[in-house]
Structures are given as C-alpha cells and as structure tokens.
C-alpha cells in the first residue's frame, strides 16, 4: 500500500453517493493510481467505503492511512469487517486462522471478534460495519443465529465505548426481496443503528425493466429506520454492456426517491481482477475500466444530485 500522502487535496462533491476503495489496476496498483482513486471519489460523491475481510484484515496503521486520505479529500470514511465468507454461497464464517475456530459458537471466535470491531471503532470512521449481507446465513442457522447474538454483544461493546459510532450491517436485497426474508430484519434491529442493502439486479436483464419502486419499496418493512445503500452495482460484461450499465446508473435518483437513504454508494470506481467463478461478473461493475479509462456510466455520475 503507497506510503506517502498526496501534496494537495479539494473538496468532496456535495452528495451522499459515495464509492468504494478501488484504484485502477487494482490489486496491483501504482502510488498515483491510488492518489488518483480520491481525487476521482470526490469529483463524483461525499464518501469511500472500505470492506476488510476479517481473515486478512488490514493492519491499525493501514486503516488509520486510508481514513487519513479520506479526510483529506473531504471525503467521510465508511468502513466494514466482512466475517462470512464469500466463497461456498457465503453460508459459513470467514475467520482468521490465527483464532483457531470454525464458527461463531465458539467463545474464543466471538471474543476475537468483539476484540477487532473494537479495534476498527476506535478509527472513528462514520459509520462502521459489522458484517456484509448477512442474509446469506439463512442457508446456516446455527451460524445466523449464534452471528445474530454476536452482533448484539458487539453492538453493546461498542455504544459502551464510543456511544457516538454509527453501526451498520449491510443485507443482500436482491436475495432479501426475492425470497422475502425481511424477518430476518428484526432479528438484527439491537445490532446496528443504520439499515444497509447491497444490489447487483443483473437477474433482470435489462435495467430499462427494473421497478420504479425496487428500491423505496424497503420502506414498506422499515417505514422509519436509518437506511443506506452500500455497495449497488451493475455489470458491464457481456451479456450486458456499458450502455445497459449507463442506463441503470442514469435511473438511480428515480431508485432512490422516497428511500431517504444516508448514503448510496457504487459497487466499484474502477474494475477490478478479483473474482473468479460465480462471482466474476462482479469484476465489471466499475464505472471506469481496470486501465483508468473511463466508461460511459462515469459521464452519467458526474452531474448526478444529491440521492437522498
């Protein structure tokens, strides 16, 4: 990761869209490839988001540099512990060997986990993610529950300390709205203060045909909670194309009315050479390409408003 800090840095974008920490030609980016991913965050949005798997979480002064280039571009500081892992249909517990557990029963696994949320809150980013798309764990309910209840103890462990950090949890709303399984909402309602939703709605196939109200339809499940948009997204490989992805990145203020969300923020700014199998559509969900180059989605979020 680049050690030295840019010489200058201007203003974010008045907006609550935001994107997540992706530099051209990452994962082998350049010191100016990552200097210029800020610079391009804040042309566009308010915000970077940086998910942190928790079998290799990044060091304390490797997240305290990211938040630091964040801050001085403007910009605020969202970051998530990712403990699911994202292989096998992200059903089981992504956890560092170096715990030496298998599942979030385990009281040595939860102490380990309650021990990094802590470490990450006091970074004091502005809102701080305890797990993304839980909902997967429907497919675990062992793990869904013992995770459910882990949450909670953290959520406690960190309002104790730092009562003022926003907690969040992100949701797969695709998968959520498809199947209905907004129960599981409640389940984790004393976890979190803020309600987040990941969406690739690529399962539609034209983004000409998705609902004007896909989005603010939440609102019929969480008619009052804080609500935001963690990572949303849509794939430019083939079948689809940079135009389909313009025009599903062009319709999000139509999305997002009546949502009153605190933040949107786009899958990718650059694509990325990271994921294999079912997942490698995700690798094209960037509103630039790998080299830098812009796509055509990148015009349409330059002058888009404020999403709230």
Not at 56 to 61: E, L, N, W
Not at 158 to 174: A, G, L, M, N
Not at 287 to 292: E, L, P, S, T, Y
């Amino acid at each position: 990761m680049p050690s030295e800090t840019p010489a200058s840095a201007g203003g974010a974008k008045a907006t609550n869209l935001g994107v997540a920490l992706s530099p051209a030609h990452f994962p082998h980016f350049s010191r100016d490839d990552f200097n210029q991913f800020f610079d391009e965050a804040a042309e566009i949005g308010s915000n970077v988001t940086w998910i942190c798997e928790w079998e290799s979480v990044p060091t304390f002064d490797q997240i305290r540099f990211i938040q630091m280039l964040t801050v001085q571009h403007g910009l605020k500081f969202h970051l998530y512990l990712s403990p699911i892992a994202l292989s096998g249909g992200r059903k089981n517990p992504a956890i560092p060997a170096s715990v030496g557990g298998t599942s979030f029963d385990d009281p040595k696994v939860r102490s380990a986990y309650k021990e990094q949320v802590l470490t990450l809150a006091s970074v004091n980013p502005d809102y701080l993610g305890l797990a993304t798309e839980v909902n997967f764990l429907v497919q675990n309910p062992r793990e869904l529950n013992a995770f459910a209840s882990l949450t909670r103890e953290a959520y406690q462990a960190i309002k104790e300390k730092y009562p003022s950090q926003s907690v969040t949890i992100s949701f797969q709303w695709d998968v959520m709205s498809n199947l209905k399984h907004f129960s599981l909402l409640r389940q984790f309602r004393q976890s979190l203060d803020v309600y987040s939703f990941t969406s690739y709605p690529d399962a539609f196939g034209d983004p000409a045909k998705i609902p004007a109200d896909y989005y603010s339809s939440v609102r019929t499940v969480l008619p009052d909670e804080r609500v935001g948009f963690s990572e949303i997204g849509w794939s430019s490989a083939p079948p689809s194309s940079e135009d389909q992805q313009a025009v599903f990145v062009a319709r999000l203020p139509e999305f997002m009315k009546g949502v009153r969300n605190e933040y949107v923020t786009l899958a990718l700014l650059h694509d990325v050479t990271l994921f294999t199998g079912d997942l490698a559509r995700l690798n094209h969900v960037g509103i630039r390409n790998h080299d830098g180059a812009s796509k055509k989605s990148w015009d349409v979020v330059l002058p888009m408003p404020d999403l709230r």
